[in-house]
């Protein structure tokens, strides 16, 4: 099976960046899309990006398109969000999520195969 850990996450103040990463593993020559999903306190797992496998396909949730940025090495296996102009709302677990394939095929929660242990992210106002 597949693995996805996640890094970076810290304590910023609002309007500052920060930059998360997914290193994923799995089966040699399996390719994988990557999903980073976040949960506020006391609120549901939430869709935040998600990148095909080429790395030519990026998707936004309405709350931090223009602010987000994701990215990937594959040749790192690595796969890196970039968070710009944070907000408190921003406040949350995030995590990296890996299924198998190439095409970003959904943005739910069920989409994804690999979980990682998340990452805390909190944003001071």
């Known amino acids: 099976g597949g693995a996805a850990v996640e890094s970076g996450g810290g304590l910023v103040e609002a309007g500052a960046s920060l930059s998360l990463s997914c290193t994923y593993s799995?089966?040699?020559?399996?390719?994988?899309?990557i999903g980073w999903f976040r949960q506020p306190p006391g609120k549901e797992r939430e869709f935040v990006s998600a990148i095909s496998w080429s790395g030519g396909s990026t998707f936004y949730a309405d709350s931090v398109k223009g602010r987000f940025t994701i990215s990937r090495h594959n040749v790192k296996n690595t796969v890196y969000l970039q968070m710009d102009n944070m907000k408190h709302e921003d406040t949350a677990v995030y995590y990296c999520?890996?299924?198998?394939?190439?095409?970003?095929?959904?943005?739910?929660?069920?989409?994804?195969?690999?979980w990682g242990q998340g990452t805390q992210v909190t944003v001071s106002s």
């Open positions: 999520a890996a299924d198998p394939g190439t095409r970003v095929s959904g943005t739910a929660v069920r989409d994804y195969r690999y």
């Open positions: 799995g089966p040699t020559l399996t390719t994988y899309v």
